[in-house]
């Protein structure tokens, strides 16, 4: 028997989504629009709406394994932004592609940066496919972010950091944008960065304990 997976859209934004304050109706429209299950493996389609996070690539060669993340904290996450549909989008650790497709339906237009290249090439050729025609999936280091296209509005960091590299916030525009998963497992507590006059400032908004993305951790600091 297929799955239903319009139903599954709905159950997850009936069940996961509302019930954690997710308001923003375009944010909304956008995941029940946008087919979660084209984003995962073959093999794990039937759980591409489960309230947990989905690996869509092993650790291999150095490289720590990645995931998809959970629909609650990245549906809060983003609504954080607060993205209008004026709006450039940096999504950083693009993964398979889910994040930007979602953010390419509130935003003007959205590059994806993906560090991964088997990674970058599923998401390119996923998001083409399903005729997500506003992103642009981009390959690079991802704490370094993608100054060739900058300055963002908004810039989405899809996973959990020790540490958040100057470099980001100096890719922000005027009026910018981050938000961001800061510390490992429960201690991780999402944050809206602001870009006011050059100077950016923080607040704390909501836990989270999701997953890290590579390369944005802290430089031990050695002590005699």
Known sequence: MDTDFSEQRVKMVDGQIRTTDVTDAALL????????????????????????????????????????????????????????????????????????????????????LESDPALAEAAGATLSELGYDNVAVVQGVLNEGYGAEAPYDVILLGGAVETIPAALFDQLKEGGRLVAVEGQGNAGTARLFLKTAGIVTSRSAFNAAIRPLPGFERTPVFEF
């Open 29 to 112: 429209a956008a995941m029940l629009s946008v087919p979660r299950e084209a984003f995962v493996g073959a093999g794990l389609r039937d759980l591409a709406y489960i309230d947990d996070d989905i690996q869509i690539a092993a650790a291999a060669e150095g490289r720590p394994a990645r995931y998809l993340m959970e629909p609650s904290p990245f549906a809060k996450l983003v609504q954080l932004a607060q993205i209008t549909p004026a709006d450039f989008v940096l999504d950083i650790g693009a993964g398979t592609g889910y994040a930007a497709a979602i953010l390419s339906r509130l935003a003007s237009s959205v590059v994806a």
